[in-house]
């Protein structure tokens, strides 16, 4: 499975922003999907996440309300739209697909794509 995120960019605070990721390969079938992001001198974090067969989400307490996944079966893509952003939500973000099996958010195994660039100016 290869993964391309797309839709980061430089937004000022209270925008929106859509980002996407794509699978190449195999589909996501069995996977839970999960974005992530690391901002500058912090560790990598759990933002959201989405099983692709069930279509169940989590998210982190930071994002609840503001971010929501979802996913596109036929195009395999899952995407994070993420409104009322804050300077708080710069960040890399990444995307991730796992195996439901024994998946926790903490775990961050599986599959990684490149990231994508998310900047959010006061």
């Known amino acids: 499975v290869q993964l391309v995120e797309s839709g980061g960019g430089l937004v000022q605070a209270g925008g929106s922003l859509r980002l996407s990721c794509t699978a190449s390969?195999?589909?996501?079938?069995?996977?839970?999907i999960g974005w992530y992001r690391q901002a500058p001198g912090k560790t990598r974090e759990f933002v959201a996440s989405?099983?692709?067969?069930?279509?169940?989400?989590n998210y982190a307490d930071s994002v609840k309300g503001r971010f929501s996944i979802s996913r596109d079966n036929v195009g395999d893509t899952v995407y994070l739209e993420m409104i009322n952003l804050t300077p708080d939500d710069t960040a890399i973000y990444y995307c991730?697909?796992?195996?439901?099996?024994?998946?926790?958010?903490?775990?961050?195994?599986?599959?990684w794509g490149q990231g994508t660039q998310v900047t959010v100016s006061s």
């Open positions: 991730n697909a796992d195996s439901l099996a024994g998946y926790s958010t903490t775990r961050e195994r599986g599959y």
């Open positions: 390969g195999p589909s996501f079938n069995g996977y839970v």
């Open positions: 989405i099983t692709w067969n069930l279509g169940r989400t």
